[in-house]
């Protein structure tokens, strides 16, 4: 069925694929972003929109200078009720998926987390349950987990629990890290019971901050040499001090393995980034199948922590 407009046959329903366009385009505020998401030309993306804006009779956006766009009031409505319809069909889409499928179950896990604790661990849960399909994918910090691709995530929070629309946090793993270096290394600055570090090269993931509440905190001076290298990543940083290079704050709970097999050694009890942790991020409801895989998982997950011997440093006296 048609409509006749002036000249030429419209169509009854609006056109799909140029409300796809339009709510890219609203999205980015841009046709040429619009058009690298969508895998079109920046001209396809015109067209639709001029489609969909000839379908409605009345134009929606405002082009102003630099091919710079601005929604009409009557257009930002459009893209908002758009941009949540569109996550509401994928999210149905996906459902519809698992349904055939064997449950899945897709963890985005710092890399961190994921090296140190997670992966060494994943063996028992396939064992236990083998009619999970299971999918571990990177949650880089600082950037936002898309519940609409991941079930569940494990991240990073300096500073308490993290406030995420939509999405549960659980505290998993303290933050609180100590000095720690390669065996051979710490017999070099073994002092009786204690571990000289005036003398130490200092390993750093990020600045020279951690080290210098560190020596703060344990009541030391503080070495005039500070600034040893910078490692981008805690895995590099985790890597040179399993290979001797220097000594590194780490969290304690990421590292308990290093510490049982003696692979690092810890040197203090004094910690910092104590305010920091470890959390599971999820956002409730899943689809059936994939709810009765989270459940699953996260009890795994919390039993495999629970379980675990405490982590111990043998060194408690307040100058340590």
Request: proline share 8%.
């Amino acid at each position: 069925m048609s409509l006749l407009h002036n000249a030429g046959a419209i169509e009854m329903h609006p056109p799909l694929t140029a409300l796809r366009a339009f709510e890219v385009a609203s999205r980015h505020g841009s046709f040429s972003a619009a058009a690298e998401e969508l895998c079109v030309t920046q001209s396809a993306v015109s067209h639709q929109i001029r489609h969909l804006e000839d379908w409605m009779g009345a134009p929606l956006f405002v082009r102003g200078k630099g091919n710079r766009l601005s929604l009409l009031p009557h257009g930002a409505a459009l893209a908002q009720t758009l941009t949540h319809s569109f996550a509401e069909i994928d999210a149905a889409c996906r459902r519809a998926r698992q349904a055939k499928d064997p449950p899945s179950l897709v963890i985005a896990a710092i890399p961190s987390l994921a090296v140190c604790w997670l992966i060494p661990r994943l063996t028992d849960f396939r064992r236990r349950h083998p009619e999970v399909h299971l999918r571990v994918v990177y949650a880089l910090h600082g950037q936002a987990i898309d519940f609409a691709d991941v079930d569940l995530a494990l991240i990073f929070s300096k500073a308490g629990p993290p406030r995420l629309d939509g999405a549960r946090a659980t505290p998993f793993l303290p933050g609180a890290s100590a000095p720690v270096c390669s065996p051979a290394l710490a017999a070099t600055m073994r002092r009786g019971e204690d571990y000289d570090l005036s003398d130490a090269l200092l390993l750093h993931d990020s600045g020279v901050g951690g080290w210098q509440r560190w020596f703060v905190r344990a009541d030391r001076p503080l070495p005039g040499a500070i600034d040893g290298p910078v490692f981008e990543d805690f895995n590099l940083l985790r890597a040179a001090a399993l290979a001797g290079q220097g000594v590194a704050l780490c969290p304690l709970a990421v590292i308990a393995d290093d510490l049982r097999d003696e692979r690092l050694v810890p040197l203090s009890a004094i910690t910092v980034h104590d305010d920091s942790g470890y959390y599971l991020l999820d956002s409730p409801p899943l689809g059936s199948a994939t709810h009765a895989a989270a459940k699953a998982f996260r009890e795994w997950l919390f039993a495999n922590r629970d379980n675990a011997d405490p982590v111990t440093v043998p060194f408690a006296s307040a100058g340590n």
